[in-house]
């Protein structure tokens, strides 16, 4: 079974910086494209940042600029450095990665359970 657990959410004012981390674990043979969701109340998720496994990143507009996603692949961790941080950001984030487990080899999709990031103004 694999599992995704994030940590690094919390509350920060404005203009300040937070790190959220993803690990997965599991009998994984390999993990594929990585991904940052958030999802405010009411709203529907939105992927925010991805990663491939060699490293390729994508942005939403929103964050371009002010996080960077970043992975290592030896320990199966996934990072968000998030910058300057506004009072729109204010959500749940969810981690995401396509994983081949060791048992069916099958690509599957994984949630993590989420984080809160709350900025105060």
């Known amino acids: 079974q694999v599992q995704l657990v994030e940590s690094g959410g919390g509350l920060v004012q404005a203009g300040g910086s937070l790190r959220l981390s993803c690990a997965a674990s599991?009998?994984?043979?390999?993990?594929?494209?990585m991904g940052w969701y958030r999802q405010v109340p009411g709203n529907q998720r939105e992927l925010i940042a991805g990663?491939?496994?060699?490293?390729?990143?994508n942005y939403a507009d929103s964050v371009k600029g002010r996080f960077t996603i970043s992975r290592d692949n030896a320990t199966n961790t996934m990072f968000l450095q998030m910058n300057r941080l506004k009072v729109e950001d204010t959500a749940v984030y969810y981690c995401?990665?396509?994983?081949?487990?060791?048992?069916?080899?099958?690509?599957?999709?994984?949630w993590g359970q989420g984080t809160q990031v709350t900025v105060s103004s």
């Open positions: 995401a990665a396509e994983v081949l487990p060791v048992a069916t080899m099958a690509p599957l999709r994984s």
């Open positions: 990663i491939t496994s060699g490293g390729y990143t």
């Open positions: 599991g009998s994984i043979f390999r993990i594929n494209a």
